[in-house]
């Protein structure tokens, strides 16, 4: 069962205590997660780069907003094909080697996008796809890494840091951005993202191992305490199910469906947000990303406060299936009355409450299908994640061009933010109606 929230070490994840004790100041496991989370936020700050820069190139370049959407979809078009394939090569090569080779090439994409732009369209799209492939891994090899340096107690702690991490590249790099490009302009601030990577990978490579068995640093106690607690927390299947058999449950595609619709939506919010303060209430770039930067700032804190209530709810009696389709309709209801309430706002300020509310409700989705599918295939939720993960990325790049065509067809964003809505409003029906807490692939 996924324990959504941030627990502490003596009440997480059903285990109450570990008859091992420590005696090192710092962990080891401390810097793992601290760089883990580190990697994430760059992740995420990576990509908000260009949803910031993407105004300035449009006004260099003449790019039509039908244009503008296929850049910012350019980045999923290889995310769509390794992110099914990350948790793989992490369990082949190992966590340490993946992220960092991931790390490198994103850095590397980010480093040639301004080049690549001036170049041609087909350059530009080029290295974005590249950006998006190296970026695909990221999430599958942190959920292979974590479990096998954080014993079960600790592991929901673990990736709350780092989901943190993640979010908070968000509110940095929407902030960061337009001081930077205004002292260096375009090149020199894809430059600057580009060697915090390097740097953070210097840290990673020196620092880090694939598996605490590995490691030459880490306490004789940290490392009893690490496998005492993650022994028999990973169960082996004996065969994955076929593609046909998966697709044949309902259950699941409640899971598919929820995802879809989830990306669809964060997308469309995480690319077009500058773009829409600047469109729509004519705020200079400084401005928009203020405005595009406290929603992700807020959704980085009721991501935790989903997940305890969560916990909470199941720790006190409530079914599992219940406590997620709860999650899962504040996750999707919540937003989608957000989005409809935006053709009211007349000032950029009213609209940057309902996108934060629209962002922190959307963020109750952790609780609600992430971890469903750790309840229904716990031999096979990597897997599984990748997959629908995958499909929903394919959601995700027709919601990002999809807005910019809109846009330049009604000259109204207010349009697809609707058919957002409707969609959410949809999906919860499907989700309530189908999901299940029950495992059905042994």
């Not at 990509?47 to 910012?72: E, N, T």
């Not at 301004?114 to 998006?132: E, K």
């Not at 590995?214 to 082996?236: C, F, M, N, P, Y």
């Not at 004996?238 to 899971?255: D, G, T």
Request: hydrophobic share 50%.
């Amino acid at each position: 069962m996924c324990s959504a929230g941030m627990e502490g070490v003596q009440h997480g994840a059903g285990v109450a205590s570990v008859p091992v004790k420590e005696t090192s100041a710092l962990p080891e496991r401390a810097k793992v997660v601290a760089l883990v989370a580190a990697v994430m936020l760059l992740c995420n700050a990576d990509r908000v780069v260009m949803s910031v820069a993407v105004v300035p190139f449009a006004a260099q370049y003449g790019w039509s907003s039908s244009f503008l959407g296929i850049v910012q979809s350019s980045f999923l078009w290889g995310y769509v094909f390794s992110s099914m394939a990350g948790g793989a090569l992490a369990d082949r090569y190992g966590g340490k080697k993946v992220m960092a080779g991931a790390a490198a090439l994103w850095s590397l994409a980010t480093f040639l996008t301004p080049w690549a732009a001036s170049q041609s369209t087909i350059m530009l799209l080029a290295v974005r796809s590249l950006f998006g492939l190296a970026e695909g891994v990221a999430f599958p090899t942190m959920s292979t890494f974590l479990p096998k340096w954080f014993p079960t107690h600790e592991r929901a702690t673990a990736v709350g840091i780092s989901m943190a991490g993640f979010h908070l590249g968000n509110v940095i790099s929407f902030l960061a951005t337009p001081i930077i490009m205004s002292h260096i302009g375009l090149a020199g601030t894809f430059a600057f993202f580009a060697s915090l990577g390097y740097l953070w990978l210097s840290v990673w490579l020196l620092n880090v191992e694939s598996d605490p068995l590995d490691s030459a640093t880490i306490s004789k106690s940290e490392l009893q305490l690490i496998l005492a607690g993650r022994s028999g927390s990973k169960v082996q299947g004996s065969k994955f199910p076929s593609l046909r058999e998966v697709l044949s449950k309902i259950e699941m595609w409640a899971i598919i469906v929820a995802n879809v619709v989830n990306n669809w939506g964060y997308f469309v919010l995480l690319s077009w947000m500058p773009v829409y303060f600047k469109t729509v209430y004519n705020v200079n770039l400084k401005q928009a990303a203020w405005f595009s930067a406290i929603p992700w700032a807020v959704m980085a804190l009721s991501g935790y406060v989903a997940g305890a209530s969560a916990d909470f709810l199941i720790k006190s009696g409530f079914s599992v299936v219940l406590v997620r389709k709860i999650m899962q309709s504040i996750g999707f209801i919540g937003p989608g009355v957000s989005l409809l309430c935006l053709r009211f706002a007349q000032t950029p300020s009213i609209a940057a409450v309902l996108m934060t509310s629209a962002l922190s409700l959307c963020s109750f989705s952790q609780a609600g299908y992430f971890c469903n599918v750790q309840d229904i295939a716990p031999k096979y939720a990597g897997s599984l994640h990748g997959l629908t993960n995958g499909i929903g990325t394919v959601a995700a790049i027709v919601s990002t061009i999809g807005t910019g065509y809109f846009v330049q067809w009604l000259g109204s964003f207010q349009a697809f933010l609707t058919l957002t809505a409707v969609l959410y409003f949809s999906a919860t029906i499907f989700y309530t109606t189908y999901a299940t807490g029950e495992q059905i692939f042994d």
